[in-house]
């Protein structure tokens, strides 16, 4: 196939798929009638449909992975300029990592999200799911997908790929539904849910709950709790990039950006920096859906979700699949000790796996903003 001209995928929209088949059996007990999901996809699904890749976004992602979208409706103005822009653009498109001259790519919206995926910031008749939307776990957004999957009448997926916690939904995808899939890549991830981690999560949400404005997750969708949820965000943010990265970008004076501090005076652009990544996370994302996912990350057990005895009965299943395994140096929300537990029980049960550690001074990060660290070994492997 001749290279196409441009090297970028160019204005997208977001499509729904309607799922309206059989009730669909959530793990916690709880029956979703029907529920839909937004999702893009990119390049050309090939006549026997074998080349399609499906790419799972970290936590507060989106479907939009590439190209420009400057409108999803109906999200009451949480699509900000922000997102305007794939938040994987230079890893999707002609020649790239994710090459669409070859490959079919597709980006979902996990169920429970908040970018037109069904959730609690959508209606479920005429009002909002709010805090009545049901508990959902890493399985329950993966067989929603595999739903898509099903609808786009493709039986078996070339790779899936995810970074941070969508690693956690590949490893779901290879070991619940393995004759679904063939190549699979989590980037930055890990076996289960650190002790850090737990805490973190749980410094979170407590930030969330305890806010006035939660009002137990029945808040007014004009006034949601945004102090809580800024406060989250400042607590997540920090393990994104390295201390270094950080301080590199807080660079300049110190800006209040409307401060909600009373005898507290910032001192450290540092402060600054991460108050306005709170104040600017709360206007995209919706607080009982950022819940929900934490909630599905606290409990995530990948060895109860998919049935198997322990991690080596676990991955027994996957002797037919291909890993490449990616760590992050200086990543601090998922250090590579915790992928190296990954190798380890793949290597255990004799599954073929590459692992490749990147060395960047972002940290988590990296995986959004260093495509040249990435694209060869995953170019290679898809190939």
């Known amino acids: 196939m001749p290279r196409s001209k441009s090297h970028r995928i160019g204005h997208v929209r977001t499509r729904f798929f309607e799922y309206k088949g059989a009730p669909f059996q959530l793990r916690c007990g709880a029956v979703l009638d029907k529920f839909t999901l937004a999702y893009e996809t990119y390049g050309t699904l090939n006549a026997n449909r074998s080349n399609a890749i499906l790419v799972f976004h970290a936590m507060t992602g989106s479907q939009h992975a590439a190209g420009i979208n400057r409108d999803v409706p109906g999200l009451d103005g949480r699509w900000t300029d922000e997102l305007h822009e794939g938040w994987w653009n230079e890893f999707i498109g002609p020649g790239k990592a994710l090459d669409t001259d070859k490959y079919f790519v597709i980006c979902a919206n996990y169920l429970g999200g908040c970018y037109g995926s069904t959730g609690p910031a959508t209606k479920n008749g005429r009002r909002r799911w709010g805090a009545d939307f049901p508990v959902l776990r890493v399985a329950d957004i993966v067989d929603s997908q595999i739903k898509l999957i099903d609808h786009l009448g493709i039986k078996v997926l070339h790779a899936a790929i995810g970074a941070s916690i969508g690693g956690y939904l590949c490893l779901s995808l290879a070991t619940r539904h393995p004759d679904r899939v063939k190549i699979l890549a989590p980037i930055a991830s890990g076996l289960e849910t650190t002790v850090l981690q737990r805490l973190m999560n749980f410094e979170q949400i407590t930030a969330i709950e305890l806010d006035p404005a939660f009002r137990g997750g029945a808040y007014d969708p004009k006034h949601p709790p945004r102090d809580g949820l800024a406060a989250a965000r400042r607590i997540a943010h ?43 996370f709360v206007s995209r994302f919706d607080a009982n859906t950022y819940l929900r996912i934490l909630d599905a990350w606290q409990w995530f057990d990948l060895v ?12 027994s299943r996957c002797k037919d699949h291909r890993f490449l395994v990616f760590s992050i140096d200086s990543d601090a929300s998922f250090p590579p000790v915790e992928q190296g537990r990954i190798v380890k029980m793949l290597e255990a049960s004799h599954v073929p796996v590459t692992w490749i550690t990147v060395h960047s001074g972002k940290g988590h990060d990296s995986f959004l903003l260093e495509p040249g660290l990435f694209t060869p070994h995953i170019a290679q492997i898809l190939a």
């Open 238 to 280: 920090k393990t994104f990039v390295s201390l270094e990265d950080l301080h590199a970008r807080a660079r300049g004076d110190v800006k209040d950006h409307g401060s909600p501090f009373g005898w507290y005076e910032m001192n450290h652009p540092v402060e600054s920096y991460l108050l306005h990544q709170g104040l600017k």
């Open 304 to 315: 109860a979700e998919a049935g198997a005895s322990d991690f080596e009965d676990l991955f």
